[in-house]
């Protein structure tokens, strides 16, 4: 089957892995999102931590069923080679597309080992070029919970490295455990990520599952261009969703 994501997206020190049942053991994810860590991960999500496997499986049978419908694109987030807990799986990252809107939204969010080394903005940066080099999207937006700082930091620093910036509130629009909560709004344009990328950007997408068989992706400096998005530590705890 033909499919418009990527299995695989390699930046420098993450692999993305498409979150399918045949890629993403369900025992793995239900053995990350059990632990009671996770109860500190979902307080700005719209979700809690996994109970049974079960639970595990029909998340990954879920995110497989909106992949082949083009709906959204959610990848298992690795550390790759190098990094502090190499190959573990330290969270989920993906982007949900409305193709009548012509609009992607983020996703993403760490296991808490994982926090403050700035791996947000690198993913940001991959799954945004995803979205308008190859999906020709016209807008990528991302929401955080107002509440949350750590988040509303590290999307406010690659938002502003990618072109964007914040548009506003969306009030009640998150469902949380005791209630809904209001939502800041951050977006950016494909003409404003040109203009402050050149659309270039780091890291290799294949849909064979080997990052090594990429499509273009020209990294080289421009003196037009911004430089790569800052990837120190940008406290990315659960940053988006």
Request: glycine content about 8%; aromatic content about 10%; charged content about 30%.
């Given at each position: 089957?033909?499919?418009?994501?990527?299995?695989?997206?390699?930046?420098?020190?993450l692999?993305l892995?498409?979150?399918?049942?045949?890629n993403?053991h369900?025992?793995?994810?239900?053995?990350?999102?059990?632990?009671?860590?996770?109860d500190?991960?979902?307080t700005?999500?719209?979700?809690?931590?996994?109970?049974?496997?079960?639970?595990?499986?029909?998340f990954?049978?879920?995110c497989?069923?909106?992949?082949?419908?083009?709906?959204?694109a959610?990848?298992a987030?690795?550390?790759?080679?190098?990094?502090?807990?190499?190959?573990?799986?330290?969270?989920?990252?993906?982007?949900?597309?409305?193709?009548?809107?012509?609009?992607g939204?983020?996703?993403?969010?760490?296991?808490?080992?994982?926090?403050?080394?700035?791996?947000?903005?690198?993913?940001?940066?991959?799954l945004?070029?995803?979205a308008?080099?190859?999906?020709?999207?016209?807008?990528v937006?991302?929401k955080h919970?107002?509440?949350?700082?750590?988040?509303?930091?590290?999307?406010?620093k690659?938002?502003d490295?990618?072109?964007?910036?914040?548009?506003?509130?969306?009030?009640?629009?998150?469902p949380?455990?005791?209630g809904?909560?209001?939502?800041?709004?951050?977006?950016?344009?494909?003409?404003?990520?040109?203009?402050?990328?050149?659309?270039?950007?780091?890291?290799?997408?294949?849909?064979?599952g080997?990052?090594?068989?990429?499509?273009?992706?020209?990294?080289t400096?421009?003196?037009?261009?911004?430089?790569?998005?800052?990837?120190?530590?940008d406290?990315?705890?659960?940053?988006?969703?």
């Open positions: 089957m033909s499919h418009l994501f990527p299995e695989v997206i390699e930046t420098e020190r692999r892995v498409a979150a399918r049942p045949e993403v369900p025992l793995d994810v239900y053995e990350a999102c059990s632990q009671p860590e996770m500190d991960v979902a700005y999500m719209p979700w809690s931590r996994h109970e049974t496997p079960k639970v595990s499986k029909d990954l049978d879920d497989a069923s909106k992949w082949d419908d083009a709906e959204s959610q990848y987030v690795y550390p790759r080679d190098g990094e502090d807990g190499a190959g573990e799986l330290a969270g989920f990252g993906g982007i949900h597309t409305e193709w009548p809107r012509r609009v939204t983020l996703g993403f969010w760490l296991r808490p080992q994982f926090w403050g080394r700035g791996y947000s903005g690198e993913r940001a940066e991959a945004t070029a995803l308008f080099d190859v999906l020709d999207l016209e807008v937006e991302v919970a107002v509440e949350n700082e750590k988040s509303q930091r590290a999307i406010e690659y938002m490295a990618l072109g964007g910036g914040r548009d506003g509130r969306d009030r009640n629009s998150l949380v455990e005791d809904v909560a209001d939502q800041f709004v951050y977006s950016v344009s494909q003409d404003e990520w040109l203009d402050a990328t050149g659309g270039d950007f780091d890291a290799e997408l294949s849909w064979d080997a990052a090594d068989a990429s499509i273009a992706t020209d990294t400096p421009d003196d037009n261009t911004s430089a790569a998005i800052d990837t120190t530590a406290d990315d705890a659960n940053a988006d969703h």
